[in-house]
C-alpha cells in the first residue's frame, strides 16, 4: 500500500461457542433460535444481585482444543476477570473475561504471507443486543439479552499482518478450523463471528513499534475486514505525510462509502479496571485432561491439504478446495481411497469433482462416484482409429474451414470439434477429438 510506512497490523477475533448453555447459567444457548427477546435468561445472565455464576466446563475444554489446534501453549491455571464499563448490554455493568493469565496463548497460523502469531486465547462471556428502532414516531433503543452470556472465544494475534489480503486470508483459516473442529458455526450475518482489526503504521525502517494504534471494531465480512484495513492505511498514510499523528480511536467500517468513520477515543486496559472475578474459583487443568483433549483433535485443515499432496499425489490446488469443509473432505477421501481400489489416481477423481465432470454430491456413496467416472470414461474412451475415421471424414466435408485454418484463423478449430462430436451417439472427451483434429489437419 506504501512504500514509506509499515503497516502494523493486528487482529482481535470473536466467536461464539455452540454449548448447549450459556457460559455461566444454566440458560439456552441459541441466541438466534429464540422466539422472541429475553426468552433465555435468568438473575445470572441479567445480572441480579446474589446471583452467582458457575462456569461451563464444555466451553473451557472447546477453548483449550482450539488453543492446541493452532500449536499455543497451555496455562494450567488460569482465572476469570471482571472488565468494567458500562454499556446498556451489560446487565452487570461488567464482562466476566480474562486479563493476565488466559487459557491459551503463543500459537500460530500460517498463511501465503507469513505466519501469524497467536498472542492469545481467552474465554468470556458474550453481551446482549442493542436493536435502535422507532415506535410510534419516537427513536428508543431496546435490549434483548439472549445473545447476554452466550460462550464467546477471543482469537488475539501479535502484530504480525502485513496487509488486508492476509487479514483476510487468515481469518478465513481461523474460521476453518473452528468449524473442522465443531465448536462454533461462525454466522458472521448473525453475529457468531466478529472482527476486529488494530492498525498502524511506521516508517519503513524504524525497530520501535508506533506509539498509537486505531482499532475498526465489529466487522462482519471478510472483504470488509479486507476493505477497511486498505482504507486505514490510506487515510493513516496522509495524515503522517501532513506531520499529523493519527488518533487513538475506535472506529467502525461503512461499507456503502467504504470508508471508517470515527465510534469514540481508545480505551486502555487500566480504564477496564480488571480484577480477579471474586465468585468463580480459578481453573486448574491436568496433564493428563490437557492430553486427552488433544488426543480428540480432529485433522485440521492445513494438516489435511499436507497429507493429501504425499499420500494421494493429489495437486494442491484441488487439495485446498476439496479440504474447505470437514464433512465434504471425509467423504471426498473416503472416494479416494475407493477410487484407489480401481486403479483410478486420487487427482483425476478430484480433478472431475471439482469441474463437475462427474454429477455427484456428498450424499452419494463413494461406490456410486467411482461408478459415475468409470463410465464416463469407458464412453469417452473411444477407440483413436473410430475418431480418427470420423475426423477425416468432417474434414472432408468442410474444405472451407480446413482452408481458413492452414491460412491463420486456428479459432475455426472450435468448429471442426463441434462437427466431430455431433457424429457420435456416445459422450466423448473433446481434447481427444481435439488432439486428433490437430495431428490431421498438420499431416
Same mark, same amino acid.
Given at each position: 500500500?506504501?512504500?514509506?510506512?509499515?503497516?502494523i497490523i493486528g487482529l482481535e477475533?470473536? $466467536?461464539?461457542?455452540?454449548?448447549?448453555?450459556?457460559?455461566?447459567?444454566?440458560?439456552?444457548?441459541?441466541?438466534?433460535? $429464540?422466539?422472541?427477546?429475553?426468552?433465555?435468561?435468568?438473575?445470572?445472565?441479567?445480572?441480579?444481585?446474589?446471583?452467582?455464576?458457575?462456569?461451563?466446563?464444555?466451553?473451557?475444554?472447546?477453548?483449550?482444543?482450539?488453543?492446541?489446534?493452532?500449536?499455543?501453549?497451555?496455562?494450567?491455571?488460569?482465572?476469570?476477570?471482571?472488565?468494567?464499563?458500562?454499556?446498556?448490554?451489560?446487565?452487570?455493568?461488567?464482562?466476566?473475561?480474562?486479563?493476565?493469565?488466559?487459557?491459551?496463548?503463543?500459537?500460530?497460523?500460517?498463511?501465503?504471507?507469513?505466519?501469524? =502469531?497467536?498472542?492469545?486465547?481467552?474465554?468470556?462471556?458474550?453481551?446482549?443486543?442493542?436493536?435502535?428502532?422507532?415506535?410510534? =414516531?419516537?427513536?428508543?433503543?431496546?435490549?434483548?439479552?439472549?445473545?447476554?452470556?452466550?460462550?464467546?472465544?477471543?482469537?488475539?494475534?501479535?502484530?504480525?499482518?502485513?496487509?488486508?489480503?492476509?487479514?483476510?486470508?487468515?481469518?478465513?483459516?481461523?474460521?476453518?478450523?473452528?468449524?473442522?473442529?465443531?465448536?462454533?458455526?461462525?454466522?458472521?450475518?448473525?453475529?457468531g463471528m466478529r472482527l476486529e482489526?488494530?492498525?498502524?503504521?511506521?516508517?519503513?525502517?524504524?525497530?520501535?513499534?508506533?506509539?498509537?494504534?486505531?482499532?475498526?471494531?465489529?466487522?462482519?465480512?471478510?472483504?470488509?475486514?479486507?476493505?477497511?484495513?486498505?482504507? !486505514?492505511?490510506?487515510?493513516?498514510?496522509?495524515?503522517?505525510?501532513?506531520?499529523?499523528?493519527?488518533?487513538?480511536? +475506535?472506529?467502525?467500517?461503512?461499507?456503502?462509502?467504504?470508508? +471508517?468513520?470515527?465510534?469514540?477515543?481508545?480505551?486502555?486496559?487500566?480504564?477496564?479496571?480488571?480484577?480477579?472475578?471474586?465468585?468463580?474459583?480459578?481453573?486448574?487443568?491436568?496433564?493428563?485432561?490437557?492430553?486427552?483433549?488433544?488426543?480428540?483433535?480432529?485433522?485440521?485443515?492445513?494438516?489435511?491439504?499436507?497429507?493429501?499432496?504425499?499420500?494421494?499425489?493429489?495437486?494442491?490446488?484441488? $487439495?485446498?478446495?476439496?479440504?474447505?469443509?470437514?464433512?465434504?473432505?471425509?467423504?471426498?477421501?473416503?472416494?479416494?481411497?475407493?477410487?484407489? =481400489?480401481?486403479?483410478?489416481?486420487?487427482?483425476?477423481? $478430484?480433478?472431475?469433482?471439482?469441474?463437475?465432470?462427474?454429477?455427484?454430491?456428498?450424499?452419494?456413496?463413494? +461406490?456410486?462416484?467411482?461408478?459415475?467416472?468409470?463410465?464416463?470414461?469407458? +464412453?469417452?474412451?473411444?477407440?483413436?482409429?473410430?475418431?480418427?475415421?470420423?475426423?477425416?471424414?468432417?474434414?472432408?466435408?468442410?474444405?472451407?474451414?480446413?482452408?481458413?485454418?492452414?491460412?491463420?484463423?486456428?479459432?475455426?478449430?472450435?468448429?471442426?470439434? =463441434?462437427?466431430?462430436?455431433?457424429?457420435?451417439? !456416445?459422450?466423448?472427451?473433446?481434447?481427444?477429438?481435439?488432439?486428433?483434429?490437430?495431428?490431421?489437419?498438420? !499431416?
Open positions: 500500500m506504501t512504500k514509506q510506512y509499515q503497516p477475533v470473536h $466467536a461464539e461457542l455452540k454449548t448447549k448453555s450459556k457460559m455461566f447459567c444454566s440458560c439456552k444457548n441459541d441466541p438466534f433460535g $429464540a422466539d422472541k427477546p429475553n426468552t433465555y435468561t435468568c438473575p445470572v445472565c441479567l445480572g441480579m444481585p446474589g446471583a452467582l455464576p458457575v462456569a461451563n466446563k464444555t466451553a473451557i475444554e472447546w477453548t483449550v482444543k482450539l488453543g492446541l489446534a493452532v500449536g499455543c501453549e497451555i496455562n494450567r491455571f488460569s482465572k476469570f476477570d471482571r472488565k468494567n464499563y458500562f454499556y446498556p448490554d451489560l446487565a452487570k455493568g461488567y464482562q466476566i473475561s480474562q486479563y493476565d493469565i488466559p487459557f491459551c496463548h503463543d500459537g500460530v497460523v500460517k498463511t501465503d504471507w507469513g505466519p501469524i =502469531g497467536i498472542h492469545r486465547i481467552h474465554l468470556e462471556e458474550d453481551t446482549g443486543k442493542l436493536i435502535h428502532d422507532e415506535i410510534d =414516531g419516537e427513536k428508543v433503543s431496546l435490549i434483548d439479552f439472549n445473545r447476554c452470556g452466550v460462550p464467546l472465544v477471543e482469537i488475539v494475534t501479535e502484530p504480525d499482518i502485513k496487509n488486508g489480503e492476509q487479514a483476510k486470508q487468515y481469518s478465513h483459516k481461523l474460521r476453518q478450523i473452528l468449524r473442522y473442529l465443531n465448536i462454533s458455526d461462525c454466522k458472521m450475518a448473525e453475529g482489526a488494530n492498525i498502524s503504521l511506521k516508517p519503513v525502517g524504524q525497530t520501535e513499534l508506533p506509539d498509537y494504534k486505531v482499532e475498526v471494531k465489529n466487522i462482519n465480512s471478510f472483504r470488509f475486514l479486507q476493505e477497511s484495513i486498505n482504507y !486505514e492505511i490510506e487515510r493513516q498514510t496522509k495524515l503522517l505525510n501532513q506531520g499529523k499523528k493519527p488518533i487513538q480511536e +475506535t472506529r467502525g467500517y461503512d461499507s456503502e462509502r467504504r470508508a +471508517t468513520f470515527s465510534q469514540r477515543i481508545k480505551e486502555e486496559a487500566a480504564d477496564y479496571r480488571y480484577f480477579p472475578d471474586p465468585d468463580l474459583p480459578p481453573i486448574e487443568l491436568s496433564l493428563e485432561k490437557i492430553n486427552e483433549i488433544k488426543r480428540s483433535l480432529p485433522e485440521i485443515p492445513d494438516q489435511k491439504i499436507s497429507r493429501w499432496i504425499n499420500e494421494f499425489n493429489l495437486e494442491e490446488r484441488y $487439495a485446498i478446495q476439496l479440504a474447505k469443509n470437514r464433512r465434504i473432505a471425509d467423504w471426498v477421501e473416503a472416494v479416494f481411497k475407493k477410487g484407489q =481400489g480401481k486403479n483410478i489416481k486420487p487427482n483425476d477423481l $478430484a480433478k472431475d469433482i471439482i469441474n463437475k465432470r462427474i454429477n455427484v454430491s456428498s450424499q452419494d456413496k463413494p +461406490t456410486q462416484v467411482v461408478s459415475q467416472y468409470q463410465n464416463l470414461h469407458q +464412453t469417452a474412451n473411444i477407440a483413436n482409429e473410430k475418431i480418427e475415421q470420423i475426423v477425416k471424414q468432417v474434414l472432408a466435408e468442410s474444405p472451407d474451414a480446413v482452408e481458413k485454418y492452414h491460412s491463420g484463423k486456428k479459432q475455426v478449430i472450435g468448429f471442426l470439434i =463441434g462437427q466431430t462430436m455431433q457424429q457420435f451417439k !456416445e459422450k466423448i472427451d473433446a481434447k481427444q477429438v481435439r488432439d486428433i483434429l490437430l495431428k490431421t489437419l498438420e !499431416e
